[in-house]
C-alpha cells in the first residue's frame, strides 16, 4: 500500500493563478481531509468528505473547493490564490471516525507570492 | 466546542531521558478518543498512540505510554528512553465518533545528544 499520496511536494505560485493539489488514497477509506498548518498552529480542517461525491465545508473553506468523484481520489483547487493561502497543506483518510487512526500525506508546501 | 489545547510549544530532553508532553481537552460527548501523532521534520504526520475515553486503563506503546486523567480532563505522552529519532513535532487529538478530528498547536521536541 503506498497509502495517502500528495503532489506536488512544493509549489510556488502567483497571486491570482489556480492550481490543483492532488491526493490519492489506496486503502479504500470512506473519509478524506484536506488540512492546512500554518507556522506554530495546529491543523485547521478545510474541506472533509464521508464518501465517493459528498463533499462538506470545514472550519476555513473560503478559496477553495473540492471533488469527490472516487472513492480514491480527493483534490483540492485553489483560485485565485492570496497570500493568505501560504501554508502546508495535508490530505488524510481514515476508514471510520471514532478510535480510526487518520493516516497522512507527505503535505504540500505552498508558497503565493 | 470541543477544544484541544498543548501549553508547551517547546521542549528538550537528554538522549536515554524521559519526558512529557501535555495536553488538555475539553468535549460535553462522553464517548471519545484521543490521539499522540508525531510530525517529524520530514513532515508526514503519524500516529504514535491512542486512547478510547471509557478505557480506564492508559494506553501503552513500547517506549509511549500516556496518562488520561478523566474528570481533570487532561491526556499526557510519556517518552521513556529518548531517542534521537524522536525529534519532531507531537501532536494532541481528539475525536467524538464524528467526522472531526480536533488538533492542538502541537509541541515541538528536541532530542538532545
Known amino acids: 500500500n503506498a497509502g495517502v499520496t500528495q503532489t506536488p511536494k512544493f509549489r510556488i505560485l502567483k497571486i491570482g493563478q489556480s492550481m490543483t493539489l492532488q491526493c490519492t488514497q489506496d486503502?479504500?477509506?470512506?473519509?478524506m481531509y484536506w488540512y492546512r498548518q500554518d507556522p506554530g498552529m495546529g491543523l485547521k480542517l478545510i474541506y472533509y468528505s464521508v464518501g465517493a461525491g459528498i463533499t462538506d465545508k470545514g472550519e476555513v473553506p473560503n478559496g477553495y473547493n473540492v471533488s469527490r468523484s472516487t472513492t480514491e481520489d480527493f483534490p483540492l483547487r485553489l483560485e485565485l490564490a492570496a497570500p493568505s493561502q501560504t501554508s502546508v497543506y495535508f490530505c488524510a483518510s481514515n476508514r471510520h471516525v471514532g478510535a480510526d487512526t487518520q493516516y497522512f500525506g507527505p503535505g504540500t508546501r505552498l508558497t503565493v507570492l | 466546542a470541543q477544544t484541544v489545547t498543548q501549553s508547551q510549544p517547546e521542549m528538550s530532553v537528554q538522549e536515554a531521558e524521559t519526558v512529557t508532553l501535555s495536553c488538555t481537552y475539553d468535549?460535553?460527548?462522553?464517548?471519545?478518543?484521543l490521539f499522540w501523532y508525531k510530525q517529524p521534520p520530514s513532515r508526514q504526520m503519524i500516529l504514535v498512540i491512542r486512547?478510547?475515553?471509557?478505557?480506564?486503563q492508559n494506553a501503552t506503546e513500547n517506549r509511549f505510554s500516556v496518562n488520561f486523567q478523566k474528570a481533570a480532563k487532561s491526556f499526557s505522552l510519556k517518552i521513556s528512553d529518548s531517542q534521537l529519532g524522536d525529534t519532531a513535532m507531537y501532536f494532541c487529538?481528539?475525536?467524538?465518533?464524528?467526522?472531526?478530528?480536533?488538533f492542538g498547536t502541537g509541541t515541538r521536541l528536541k532530542v538532545l545528544a
Open positions: 486503502m479504500n477509506h470512506n473519509y
Open positions: 487529538a481528539s475525536n467524538s465518533g464524528t467526522y472531526k478530528y480536533i
Open positions: 486512547q478510547e475515553a471509557y478505557k480506564q
Open positions: 468535549t460535553s460527548e462522553n464517548n471519545y478518543y
